[in-house]
């Protein structure tokens, strides 16, 4: 899709040829002047349908009107942005989003799309808007033999006041996609073809791309480093683990060092205490932590920040077979302490653990984020669209919170409850790696994890169980891989 923005004049906007010019509509602020200038070279076509359509800005509310000739582009396309004060960035992506819906639609080739000044800083807006449409236009269809239909559109020309000078926007919000969109591909993959192997060669390439150093370590490596957590999970699969380091060097002394992990089980039967046929059906998406280091990694390539990063994904299956590890096994952490393996299903925590001990001691990071598809119990607490982000430290909350905010993606603090840890005690071993209630999981879960935290690192944990997937589409996601982490992850790090 070749993108561009262009200024918006009212000959610019009378004289386009797109087949969909879209026109977003503040709720019961009816009076824009772009919609004034259309209408009047339609003869008042649009005030007329609007009221009968009452249409009124609703958010999500939409109207698609034909022009007839009477201007260069053949329909006009009024989206409702709701209340003016609820106007932001992300009412910007959504906008998009339904662009890209409707445009897709009807099958237009060349789309137009006005940002008007609504008080949002022009190049934000830009920027939400291409990303919306772009992200909006994401489809996961290439399985498809009989109903896939290669996509109609071809150029989308955005109209804003000075948009003609904001064509470096773009350029960004194409490399942001990319990253969003490699994440969204590797998590729709189904796990026979998505083998741990393979996350790390689709990493090993998407690195190459993007100028990130690349390394992976092996089963001997992983031996040799005593990672015996990672490598208990990976026992019974038939698939070798790999542990993926992706590092982006700033061009200058770097500001800080952060290290990101993420959860790359690429397929979650839950080993020996197997998942019931319901729960198992979407494991596939047990890597979106991992597929989420990996897009942030590539997007803040793009973006250059004074910020050294590097990025690990733990990748393996947790899968049944005779080697499998069992319930009552203990296992000697690489931190050194040891894990009674209460439940083979929590897996996650284990292969994190290994994972956030060698980042530590490999990079001496300032900050140590982890993103994984950790607990049911988070998604049951917070629905499927928010991630429960978990860390002792205020400011860092505040910064992931505002970061998810702005990107749309949205994290809610959930406490690391002191009084539980003791339910994490075994009398067999340093820690059991689940709880003995059943209560407060997503919670018990980050407390095993700051286990392996030491001390002076500011550590945050995404709990992304909700909204790495999508069962219906909704705004600019489509059903499936959300791709969620990576625009907050490259928010939080480059801005
Ligand atoms: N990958 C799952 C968590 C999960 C569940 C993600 C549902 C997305 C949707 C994780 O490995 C797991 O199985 N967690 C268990 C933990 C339990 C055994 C303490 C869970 O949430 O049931
Ligand atoms: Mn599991
Ligand atoms: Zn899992």
């Not at 989308?156 to 006041?161: G, I, Q, R, S, T």
């Not at 005593?226 to 790999?242: K, Q």
Request: aromatic share 4%.
């Amino acid at each position: 899709l070749d993108l561009e923005a262009r200024d918006l004049t009212t000959p610019s906007l009378l004289a386009t040829t797109a087949h969909v010019l879209a026109l977003p509509l503040v709720e019961d602020a009816m009076a824009d002047p772009w919609l004034a200038a259309l209408d009047e070279a339609l003869g008042g076509l649009l005030e007329r349908t609007r009221a009968e359509e009452e249409f009124s800005g609703k958010r999500g509310q939409s109207l698609l009107v034909h022009t007839h000739g009477k201007v260069g582009g053949s329909r006009v396309l009024l989206v409702g942005l709701g209340k003016g004060a609820s106007v932001d960035e992300e009412a910007m992506r959504r906008f998009g989003g339904t662009v890209a819906r409707v445009a897709d639609k009807v099958r237009a080739r060349r789309l137009a799309v006005v940002v008007p000044e609504l008080g949002l800083d022009l190049e934000r807006a830009l920027a939400a808007t291409a990303e919306g449409l772009t992200l909006g236009l994401y489809r996961f269809d290439r399985y498809l033999t009989q109903d896939r239909q290669e996509l109609a559109l071809e150029q989308a020309v955005l109209l804003a006041p000075g948009g003609g000078s904001q064509a470096h926007v773009l350029g960004g919000t194409r490399d942001l996609c990319r990253a969003v969109t490699l994440a969204r591909d590797l998590v729709n993959e189904p796990a026979s073809t998505l083998t741990p192997t393979r996350l790390s060669a689709a990493a090993r390439e998407a690195a190459a791309a993007a100028g990130l150093s690349f390394e992976e370590l092996g089963p001997r490596e992983l031996a040799a480093e005593g990672m015996e957590l990672l490598r208990a999970v990976s026992r019974a699969s038939e698939e070798e683990p790999r542990l993926v380091r992706l590092a982006y060097t700033p061009a200058g002394p770097p500001l800080r060092k952060v290290a990101l992990v993420g959860k790359g089980i690429t397929f979650d039967a839950g080993g020996l205490d197997i998942k019931s046929a319901e729960g198992m059906a979407d494991m596939k998406d047990d890597m979106a932590g991992a597929a989420a280091v990996l897009g942030a990694l590539v997007g803040v390539a793009a973006r250059r920040p004074q910020v050294a990063v590097t990025g690990y994904l733990a990748c393996t299956e947790n899968v049944v077979g005779a080697r499998a590890y069992k319930p009552g096994d203990v296992l000697r952490s690489r931190a050194g302490l040891t894990v009674e393996v209460t439940n083979t299903d929590a897996e996650g925590r284990l292969v994190l653990a290994d994972a956030l001990s060698y980042a530590q001691d490999r990079d001496r990071p300032d900050e140590l984020l982890d993103v994984a598809t950790l607990t049911g119990a988070c998604a049951v607490a917070l629905g499927l669209h928010t991630a429960g982000l978990f860390t002792p430290h205020d400011d860092l909350a505040q910064s992931l919170c505002r970061a998810g905010e702005a990107v749309g993606e949205p994290c809610w603090r959930l406490p690391l409850t002191e009084s539980l840890r003791e339910s994490l005690k075994s009398p067999v071993a340093d820690t059991r790696n689940t709880s003995t209630g059943r209560w407060g999981g997503a919670i018990t879960a980050a407390l095993f994890l700051q286990g392996f935290v030491k001390e002076g690192v500011r550590w945050a944990h995404l709990d992304v169980a909700g909204p790495a997937m999508t069962d219906k589409e909704r705004d600019y996601l489509a059903r499936g891989a959300t791709g969620f982490g990576v625009r907050l992850l490259v928010r939080h790090l480059a801005g």
